[in-house]
Structures are given as C-alpha cells and as structure tokens.
T-cell receptor
C-alpha cells in the first residue's frame, strides 16, 4: 500500500495473477476518488473513479473498492498483464471554501511490476 | 484531437533565472491544475484554477506564479525564489473541480 517516504512501495505479481493495490486517504469529507496509472516519463492516465455514495465500482479488468469507515481505497486488477506495469496513484477530491472549489490530492503511489 | 498539451517536454534553466512552462487545453474545461513530481514521489499541488481570472495556491506554491487570462491556457512560472526547481511538472484540467482530471505529458525541468 501507499506510505510516506522517499521510496515507492512496490508490488510484484506474476503475469495472469490478480493485483491488489491499497490506498489510505486522509479526509473523511472527501467524496470522490480516482485511480490513475502513470508510465515512466508520462502523465498519469485515468483508470477508474468512485463516489462516496458507492462502495464498489467495476471497469474492464479493474475494480475499485471504497471503505469509508476506515478511509481505505483499493484497486484490483484481474489477470495482470505486462502492460499493467506502472506506478498507480489514488487521488481524493476535497471541497474547500464552499461550493465550487475543489482540490485533488494524490497519494504517494505504488509501483506495480509484472513478472512474465 | 482534443487534449491537454504541455511544452516544452524538456527544459534547462540556469540558476537565478525565471522560466515559464506552457499548458494549453482544447477540452473546454473550466478547471486547471499544476502539479510537481519528484523522483519516487507522488504529485504535489502547486496552483489550481477553477475559472478564468481566478486561481488558488496549492500545497507548495512558494517560488511559483501562474495566470489564467484565457480558459484554454494556464502557464506556470518557476521563479528564482524556488530553491529546488528541478522536477517533473504536470498540468491537468477537468470540466469542474469535481470530476476526473486529464493530464498532459509533463515538462521535465532541470536547473544547471
């Protein structure tokens, strides 16, 4: 999972296995969460999102689970492929100063390495 | 093609010089953001703008400045007051602040 520090947490999985990447978020007022994938030297790409009125959302080969009680988010990738190797970030959206002002805050990231 | 474009991809700056990073989007998005990413680190918010002619400081605004004179453009100036400017800079935009943000491909700034 994600943590404070200079080194990214790393997850190594065998090709074809399922991957689970965890994220703890900080603000109980956050109501929108996003997972991004970042390949080396590129900008982050959107994977999947979830709002706080849901606890699970599924996409193609990916599932996001939200546990608001413990402020925890996870990303599950089914049948992991070599192309899934990247750094994965969770982001939480926090509203500030009344309606219309939001700030998207990112976690530290987890590096996923897929072993062929 | 619609998207968000950052330029240049690589930028070198001498110590003591200001430098401006470009960010342009043709997605008709109201909100735009600048993030800084250091090696092995997450993204830290520098500035964000929810609407034209308005912007707010993020967590690490010191040594940076922005403007939002047009909806499509949100340039970031790294000033000489920024003590450690070498980093990967990412610009993003979204329809409103409460939707997914789309990222550019980043500018890698190196101080020489």
């Amino acid at each position: 999972g994600e943590s404070v520090g200079l080194h990214l947490p790393t997850l190594s999985v065998q090709e074809g296995d399922n991957s689970i990447i965890n994220c703890a978020y900080s603000n109980s007022a956050s109501d929108y969460f996003i997972w991004y994938k970042q390949e080396s030297g590129k900008g982050p790409q959107f994977i999947i999102d979830i709002r706080s009125n849901m606890d699970k959302r599924q996409g193609q080969r990916v599932t996001v689970l939200l546990n608001k009680t413990v402020k925890h988010l996870s990303l599950q990738i089914a049948a992991t492929q070599p192309g899934d190797s990247a750094v994965y970030f969770c982001a939480e959206n926090i509203a500030y100063s009344g309606a219309g002002s939001y700030q998207l805050t990112f976690g530290k990231g987890t590096k996923l390495s897929v072993i062929p | 093609d619609g998207g968000i474009t950052q330029s240049p991809k690589y930028l070198f700056r001498k110590e003591g010089q200001n430098v401006t990073l470009s960010c342009e989007q043709n997605l008709n998005h109201d909100a735009m953001y600048w993030y800084r990413q250091d090696p092995g680190q997450g993204l830290r918010l520098i500035y964000y703008s929810q609407i034209v002619n308005d912007f707010q400081k993020g967590d690490i605004a010191e040594g940076y400045s922005v403007s939002r004179e047009k909806k499509e453009s949100f340039p970031l100036t790294v000033t000489s007051a920024q003590k450690n400017p070498t980093a990967f800079y990412l610009c993003a935009s979204s329809t409103t602040g409460d939707t997914e943000a789309f990222f550019g491909q980043g500018t890698r700034l190196t101080v020489v």
